[in-house]
Structures are given as C-alpha cells and as structure tokens.
C-alpha cells in the first residue's frame, strides 16, 4: 500500500474473519499519518464500533485524560487496536482473528513510521511485544524491536475497574514523555 487511505478502503471492506459479520463499522484508527507516537488497544467496544472511531467510550475519555497529562492529546498521536472490528460482548480477540487483521496494523506502523509504539493492555504487549508478556509486572518497560521503542502501560478501562493501579500508570506515562523528548519526538519539539 501506498498510503493510509487506501489501506483504510481496503480495511473497510474485509472480510477475513467472523468478526465481520457482527460489526456494524470498522474501527480503523485515527490521528497524523507519519505520527512518531502510535497508542495500540487491543479491539474496539461498543462505543468505537457505532462511532467508528477507536477509544471513545469511557475508556476514551480516561485515555485523552493520560494524553493531556504528558502534553499529548489526539490531533498529535495515532491511535489503533490490533482487531478493527468488535468481538462480540467485548470479549478479547481470539488469536485467529489477530491472525486475521495483524497485516493491517503492519502496514498501519509501516506507513507511520513511529519512533515509540505504546500498547495499551497485555492483549497488545502480547502480539506487538512478547507473547509471554506479564503486563503486572513489566509495564512501563522499554523494548526495543526493529528500531522502534515498545512499552505497554495498563488499558484505560483496566484503570476505570482498578483504580488502584493509577499511580504505576502516570509513572508510565512520565517514562513515556520523557523517553519520546529523548528520541526527538516531534510532538515534543517545540518545547
């Protein structure tokens, strides 16, 4: 693919797997195309899968929450999910269906060329980082793959369960600014 429109009409018409059926649209991912900063959730909800935008529920709401604290806000990341359409009762993905739409999410990353990948929730550290990955244990670690810098923090709607975990997720996302104004970021430039 040459650019994300047309990686977003092919998405919008797929098939591949049963999730198909139930979608009522595709969740494709939203933000600048190059963004140097790209945010991974695992599927859309409810909320995504009639808006057709991902992170707009409640979840979306505590995330732009996170973005602002670390001066980052929508207009200046991108944000995705592994699967573009909602499993049903927002169960995880099953693994054939990440099968089914992980080629979209590598061409999305080809085509933005980020510096720093965030995978929001294990499900995500799972396929984009290590499947053995404990995200109890190691998130706000850093790895890095071909170049790019991956974390994991926790899922915003982990945090709206758990509240408790909120203190480790803003030390994350401290790591997570200063490690994008460390590798020039462009979101960070003008600071």
Request: glycine share 8%; with cysteine; charged share 30%.
């Amino acid at each position: 693919m040459d650019n994300m429109d047309a990686l977003c009409e092919k998405c919008l018409a797929c098939r591949n797997c049963g999730l198909a059926a139930t979608r009522t649209k595709v969740v494709f991912g939203v933000g600048p195309v190059p963004s140097d900063v790209v945010f991974v959730g695992e599927g859309p909800g409810q909320q995504e899968d009639l808006s057709g935008e991902p992170f707009v529920g409640a979840a979306g709401k505590l995330l732009d929450d996170m973005l602002s604290i670390i001066d980052l806000g929508r207009q200046n990341c991108y944000i995705c999910n592994i699967v573009k359409c909602r499993p049903p009762q927002n169960r995880d993905p099953m693994p054939e269906e990440q099968d089914a739409c992980i080629g979209y999410l590598e061409e999305q990353l080809r085509l933005l060329r980020p510096k720093v990948v965030v995978c929001l929730g294990r499900i995500a550290a799972m396929r984009l980082i290590r499947p053995d990955f404990r995200i109890t244990r190691e998130h706000g670690q850093w790895t890095e793959i071909d170049g790019v810098r991956y974390t994991a923090i926790y899922h915003p709607s982990a945090l709206l369960r758990d509240v408790s975990k909120r203190p480790e997720t803003f030390a994350d996302l401290l790591s997570l600014r200063e490690k994008a104004r460390e590798l020039g970021c462009s979101e960070y430039k003008s600071e």
